[in-house]
């Protein structure tokens, strides 16, 4: 409690020794004493020591894990003493750690000592009206004691639960408010007047009709008592509960109230805790209902609590079967058959007493399989999980009950095929040969004959040491690359050396696999040294494959790269378009219909580029008929091109025929890595399906799905399925949808799915790729961007507290110096950080820190300027700032100029003077903004030929913005700064 007749005495808890240092000389300059603590156990000792002490500043921070907020509850729970709160968070949680203890004020450390100098004497008034509300409470004890014992007990009540209390007399229709009625919403004591319209328009709009009823009620004697809960809005213009409770205590003579009394009681908490209590259950309710597996919850004495839909399922027991039942009353009935006994029902029964009274534990925590028989007859297998739950005072048994029956299956099933490929590896003549990590670690009886090696040898070595030396590379590069899941080709051909020096030709396939966990290569090595000893027979016979050419009906041309004719032969030159000598040597572009001519030329650039054959048809008048002809073109060398053309016109009408089948077999079974369908539309039935499909929903082959499988029911939420078909039937496609699916064994993926509306046929064809592992990398890759962002945070709080270390020091400096100009060099130092410090504290509040909104930072920061001049007083500003964003690039010079000048203004515009007027303008208007600041002091002399740090570093700083300043003396000094608005950059 401040005492007029000595000093005011602090405690300044701090942590940070030069911040320490540099307040407790500003609060000195204030006429306070101060003691330092640099730690929590040296401000535990001090504040439950000293002695007086009126008053302790916390900072919330105070190293090595110690909260300022823990501190202050140890020191409160030994001593009463008004306890604010500094710190350089602004973050609300940090905020709300403090409300929870009897505080007396939050500062932020950065704003100023007329700010912390304004907090602590708020703060000490405010312990001196609490003490005296405790002297008024007391005196009141004593009046409610002369008019009833019972109003006496209910005062004393609500001293000690800290309610407000309020006293209305009717005939005056003034109302007495207690301090604490102030202070609990957040006002000054006698903040607002002592009138009963003051409460009522406090009070929240959706509850005013209904508290005025109620008090005309309890006036008019309907009811015995005024009890009553709503909203009452708090200073800030939050809403706090309250729970209003109220007596008529006094009558007239005719039985007419004249005094209303009650009390007012913050139930905001309960409230609180009711909507996260109501919150809390119908999350439980809707996890438990919801969930995959089977959950049961048991009272202590057997009783069934909880028995949900998936355990119902899992057992066939019926939820509200089981509900109220003993556990060994319900289990006993999906016991299998063969281990039934006379005593099993006992056995059960006892066996969870075992449980209940701790005398069994290694089940606690452990899961277990089982075998039941659901009451239909069904054998299934289960996964348990049983734990105890504390709820309230009592004790329950919980048990989570998980399906495996399908897991079991499919385990029996990969052993099954496990054992089929070893059979079937043993039994081939083809070489069947795993890899990992650049080893062998598996090869089958034809590996040894096409390599000469034992099986133990061939596990000794790397898989690239039986490849000739001139395809090793290419067999190196490729297996590793297969190994990280690269694409790789499928087939190709290596040159084997035998352990007896001779050369094998090999013909490869391989493919990727994981084993282990871990990533392998799979190898189907087949020897074709024989094929290639007839392939070379067949080089040897290229002439007379040449004779044989000339024999077909095909019309051969040589091309070269412009498209020139060089030769042709034709069996019959009938079938030519045109005569030789209108064609020879001439370009194809000379002779054929434009369109046939671009359709040849991309041909001839095609083969001579890319080395492939290129294929198109086209039409032409020939022999009085229009014909239809097929063209080939391949590489001959590097500047010629074979152009074979085939007469397909007989063709075509079976090519018409057939289109439709195989344009369902294109689509359908090109060796897709992906799902690809055909779906009816009305119910999803799969009428068309690649193996690819099938085993993305769980099946081995598309037998297991074609006319079996709908996929309508496979969708985690059918309303995606019909926004789907919504955009299909609107649009005809879709494209690139994800869509979370449930496979056969019930687990879940997630498939980007694209397909194409055949409306006329009633089927929808398309393509699914899964994309589960996409799905959970964004997910991951989420996660650690927020983790990020958490670390940044950390960062820039240490920042922020570096940037107040710094201005701490630079006040030491000048408190320690004499010198004038020094002092003044220092004050200019201190300015400039300042603006730096508040660019900062708004970049920390906005998610994108490369713009800032111009208003709310220039505001902040010309009373943060100003705040360090002693004068600040006698200044009058005026602001008049549009808001908009800029880039912080931009925003930072402004800022320095803006220090600048308003910095000059305080220091030298008003010397002599009592009191003056700055004036300060921000617009953006055509492209420009346009910064001026004047005011109505001495001036400045224009003929002054050198210019100041301060103006040269405004000169330099309006150019870095490509702006220009200019310098004005009438009445005052007035600058006026413009420059271009980047919109890119905003």
Not at 182 to 211: A, I, K, L, N, W
Request: hydrophobic share 40%; aromatic share 8%; net charge negative.
């Amino acid at each position: 409690m401040e005492n007029k007749s000595r000093q005011v005495r602090l405690l300044l808890v701090e942590d940070e020794g030069i911040i320490a240092l540099a307040q407790k000389k500003e609060l000195e300059r204030f006429g306070y004493e101060v003691e330092i603590a640099s730690h929590a156990e040296e401000a535990i000792t001090k504040a439950t020591t000293l002695d007086p002490l009126d008053l302790i500043l916390m900072d919330i921070d105070l190293g090595q894990g110690r909260d300022g907020t823990v501190v202050a509850k140890e020191i409160l729970a030994k001593r009463e003493i008004p306890v604010v709160f500094l710190s350089s968070h602004v973050e609300p949680e940090v905020v709300e750690k403090t409300e929870a203890i009897t505080s007396y004020g939050y500062v932020v450390k950065s704003s100023g000592i007329m700010v912390l100098h304004t907090s602590i004497k708020m703060a000490l008034r405010l312990f001196e009206s609490r003490q005296r509300e405790r002297e008024r409470a007391k005196e009141l004890e004593v009046i409610t004691e002369r008019l009833r014992i019972n109003e006496d007990r209910l005062s004393k009540t609500m001293i000690a639960v800290n309610d407000g209390i309020w006293d209305w007399n009717l005939l005056t229709n003034e109302v007495y408010y207690s301090p604490r009625y102030y202070t609990m919403s957040g006002y000054e004591v006698d903040e607002f007047p002592h009138r009963p319209e003051e409460f009522f328009s406090r009070v929240h709009p959706d509850d005013t009709q209904r508290v005025q009823q109620e008090v005309e009620k309890h006036l008019r004697g309907e009811t015995e008592r005024f009890v009553l809960e709503f909203r009452f809005r708090r200073k800030d213009n939050s809403w706090q509960w309250i729970l209003a409770r109220g007596y008529i205590v006094e009558r007239d003579e005719g039985g007419k109230p004249i005094r209303f009394l009650g009390t007012h009681t913050d139930i905001s908490d309960r409230k609180r805790a009711e909507q996260a209590l109501l919150e809390s259950k119908n999350r439980y309710e809707a996890i438990v209902s919801q969930s995959f597996d089977g959950i049961g919850l048991f009272s202590s004495d057997g009783k069934v609590v909880e028995w949900n839909n998936k355990m119902a399922e899992i057992t066939g027991i019926a939820r509200e079967e089981a509900l109220g039942k003993y556990i060994w009353e319900v289990m006993v009935q999906v016991v299998p058959e063969e281990m039934k006994s006379p005593s099993l029902y006992h056995q059960l029964k006892d066996g969870f007493m075992q449980l209940v009274y701790g005398h069994e534990t290694g089940w606690e925590g452990n899961l277990r399989e089982q075998k039941i028989a659901r009451l239909d007859g069904v054998i299934r297998f289960v996964q348990t999980l049983s734990f105890r739950v504390q709820s309230g005072e009592e004790s329950l048994l919980c048990t989570i009950m998980r399906d495996i029956t399908e897991t079991k299956q499919a385990q029996e099933k990969i052993v099954e095929s496990e054992d089929r490929f070893r059979n079937l590896a043993e039994s081939t003549p083809i070489a069947i040969l795993i890899y990992q990590h650049d080893k062998w670690i598996y090869a089958n009886r034809a590996a040894e004959v096409i390599s000469g090696y034992s099986r133990e040898e061939i596990l000794q070595m790397n898989f690239w040491d039986i490849v000739h030396p001139e395809d090793k590379k290419m067999a190196l590069e490729l297996g590793r690359r297969r190994q990280h899941g690269d694409r790789t080709p499928r087939t190709y051909e290596v040159r084997v050396i035998h352990k007896d020096g001779s050369i094998h030709w090999a013909l490869v396939y391989g493919t990727g696999l994981l084993v282990g966990g871990e990533p392998a290569g799979l190898l189907s090595v087949m020897d074709i040294t024989d094929r290639k000893l007839v392939e070379k027979r067949l080089h040897d016979a290229l002439e007379e494959r040449e004779a044989l050419l000339a024999a077909l009906p095909d019309i051969l041309f040589i091309l070269d790269g412009e498209g020139r004719i060089l030769d042709f032969r034709a069996s019959e030159k009938t079938a030519l378009y045109t005569s030789p000598e209108n064609f020879l040597g001439k370009k194809v572009t000379e002779v054929l219909p434009p369109e046939i001519a671009s359709q040849s030329m991309q041909a001839i650039q095609h083969a001579l580029e890319k080395g492939e054959v290129s294929l198109f048809s086209y039409s032409l008048f020939v022999g009085g008929k229009n014909r239809f002809f097929e063209a080939r073109h391949s590489k001959i060398d590097e500047k010629r091109v074979l152009g074979v053309v085939r007469d397909i016109t007989d063709k075509k009408e079976m090519e018409e025929r057939l289109k439709e089948s195989e344009e369902t077999y294109r689509n359908l079974f090109q060796n897709s890595p992906v799902g690809l369908f055909r779906s009816r539309i009305s119910d999803g039935l799969i009428l068309e399906c690649n193996d690819q499909l099938a085993k993305l929903f769980g099946y081995e082959k598309r037998e297991d799905v074609v006319g079996k499988l709908v996929s309508s029911q496979n969708y985690v939420d059918i309303s995606v399925r019909q926004r789907m078909l919504e955009i299909i039937q609107k649009t005809g496609e879709v494209k690139n949808y994800e869509v979370l699916y449930r496979k056969k064994d019930g687990t879940t993926f997630w498939a980007r799915y694209s397909a194409r509306l055949y409306p006329e046929k009633g089927w929808i064809e398309g393509v699914f790729e899964d994309v589960t592992e996409e799905k959970r990398a964004e997910e991951e890759l989420r996660r650690q961007i927020q983790e990020k962002e958490l670390i940044l945070r950390e960062a820039h709080h240490r920042i922020k507290n570096n940037i107040t270390s710094i201005m701490s020091l630079l006040r030491i400096q000048e408190d320690a110096v004499t010198n004038p100009e020094a002092k003044s060099i220092l004050q200019d130092a201190i300015s400039r950080v300042e603006s730096m410090r508040v660019m900062y504290d708004k970049l920390l509040l906005v998610p994108d820190s490369s713009t800032l909104s111009v208003k709310p930072y220039l505001e902040e920061l010309l009373e943060a300027i100003l705040s360090i001049f002693p004068g600040r007083g006698r200044i009058a500003l005026s602001v008049a700032i549009e808001d908009f964003s800029l880039d912080v690039k931009r925003l930072f010079p402004l800022g320095i100029i803006v220090n600048e000048l308003i910095t000059n203004a305080a220091k030298y515009a008003f010397q002599g003077r009592e009191r003056g007027s700055i004036e300060v303008r921000l617009e953006k208007k055509e492209g420009m903004v346009t910064l001026s600041i004047q005011d109505d002091g001495v001036g400045f002399s224009m003929e002054k030929k050198e210019k100041g740090f301060g103006l040269q570093l405004i000169e330099m700083l309006a150019a870095q913005l490509e702006g220009k300043c200019a310098f004005f003396s009438e009445g005052g000094t007035k600058v006026v700064v413009s420059f271009p608005y980047a919109e890119e950059g905003c």
